[in-house]
């Protein structure tokens, strides 16, 4: 009887323990669910609350929304007063400055420079009359000038803010030159063509043996005439040839390293231009010369015919163009505002100063890198910002004619 009292007595201290065990873990199991409830009951009020503050700050965001909308509607009515405004401003700035601005300054060529360029010696005062005579006959028979510009066309926008583009004047073929320098020119066979294509496409692309440096390009009756700048010092003109694809002649001049033509175009080293009388070379020899210097130059040969000290200073000079052996130097300040014929140069000595074009050119983006003249259609080619714009000129006969 006693093993089988003991052996009764251990199980039911067993089963107290094992109740004792069971109930203490369902007490623990209990606690936790009620403190993940208690979790679960703080996180479903933050989000309440959370969603609450999104719906307030969504609110007040389209609020802001919406009197920012009304403020740019304001806004863009009000810019659009002032831009009516400002052109009418323009208009009434272009007749004023067209009745009352004081003309460009013409310079008289110099005779000893030009003596000096065909090798003539010292003669007696009236030898040198009529070998004075003589020689502008050589110069130039064209008897037209600028008297103003007679419409303006923004064709399109493409490419660098800094570029040039030209007419061949012999040919409908457009050519566009993107950039202040490269190896790649690209051509199109009409304005036409280049303002209905989408950037360059359509174009032919003509590769060139050796790079091009700044906008000073020309292109005249087949030929390519560009400004070559690869070393420290010389400074290369090349004729290339747009049909075969070939270099046909090369000049070099002689100038200081980093000499600039134009100081609102660092970019330009020199600047060819094409009229009615052929080729020209607007150039200054040395950095610290202040004035603009000009060559007729050979078509065929490249070879230097003359040299004029223009008079025209570079300082505030964005560009240059040549009509029937006049220079026009187009002057801007280093903000860029009215471009504006400031100086111009005879190489007959045929102009009177008081018959100097009063010539402004319209406002619109910046400051002209290039101004590209082609004398088959009194046009200029010319580029600004990287909008490129015909400026239709008119054209009278000198009084002197």
């Known amino acids: 009887m006693k093993p089988l009292f003991i052996l009764l007595v251990s199980c039911a201290w067993t089963l107290i323990g094992a109740q004792n065990y069971y109930q203490a873990l369902m007490d623990y199991l209990e606690n936790r669910l009620l403190a993940i409830e208690d979790r679960m009951q703080l996180w479903h009020e933050q989000a309440h ?14 609020e802001a929304m919406t009197g920012i909308k009304n403020d740019h509607n304001m806004m863009f009515k009000d810019l659009k007063g ?24 013409a310079n008289k060529a ?3 420079l030009e003596q000096e360029a065909w090798g003539l010696q010292e003669r007696d005062e009236v030898e040198e009359e009529e070998d004075w005579e003589e020689l502008q006959s050589r110069v130039s028979d064209c008897m037209e000038i600028i008297s103003g510009i007679r419409s303006v066309k923004i064709l399109k926008r493409i ?30 066979k009409s304005v036409l063509d280049f303002s209905r294509s989408l950037g360059v496409a359509g174009s032919r692309m003509i590769h060139l043996p050796s790079k091009w440096t700044g906008p000073g390009s020309a292109v005249y009756n087949g030929y ?28 070099m001049f002689p100038m200081e390293r980093n000499t600039i033509l134009y100081t609102l175009n660092p970019e330009t080293v020199a600047d060819l231009a094409v009229d009615d009388e ?6 200054t020899p040395t950095d610290s010369e202040p004035n603009i210097s000009l060559a007729k130059m050979d078509t065929s040969t490249l070879d230097i015919e003359q040299i004029w000290d223009t008079r025209c ?34 190489v007959n000595d045929m102009m009177l100063t008081e018959e100097a074009p009063l010539l402004y050119f319209p406002r619109r983006y910046g400051a002209h890198a290039s101004l590209k003249y082609n004398p088959e259609e009194n046009q200029l080619y010319g580029w600004d910002d990287g909008y490129q714009i015909i400026y239709r000129l008119t054209i009278k006969t000198k009084l002197l004619a």
């Open 49 to 62: 609350q959370y969603r609450t503050e999104m719906l307030d700050f969504k609110k007040l965001t389209s």
């Open 82 to 105: 002032a831009s009516a405004r400002v052109d009418l401003v323009e208009r009434e700035m272009d007749y004023v400055e067209t009745q009352n601005s004081p003309r460009a300054c």
């Open 313 to 346: 200073p570079r300082g505030n000079a964005e560009a240059a163009f040549v009509v029937c052996g006049t220079v026009y130097v187009v002057y801007n300040t280093r903000m860029a505002s009215r471009s504006r014929v400031q100086c111009v140069f005879d």
């Open 278 to 283: 052929g080729l020209w070379l607007l150039f």
């Open 159 to 188: 490419g660098s803010p800094k570029g040039m583009w030209t007419r061949d004047p012999k040919s409908s073929k457009l050519y566009v030159f993107n950039g202040t320098s490269g190896d790649t020119v690209y051509e199109f």
């Open 110 to 112: 110099e005779k000893v």
């Open 224 to 251: 390519l005439y560009y400004i070559n700048q690869e070393t420290d010092t010389d400074v290369q003109v090349v004729k290339f040839d747009l049909v075969s694809g070939s270099v046909t002649d090369i000049a």
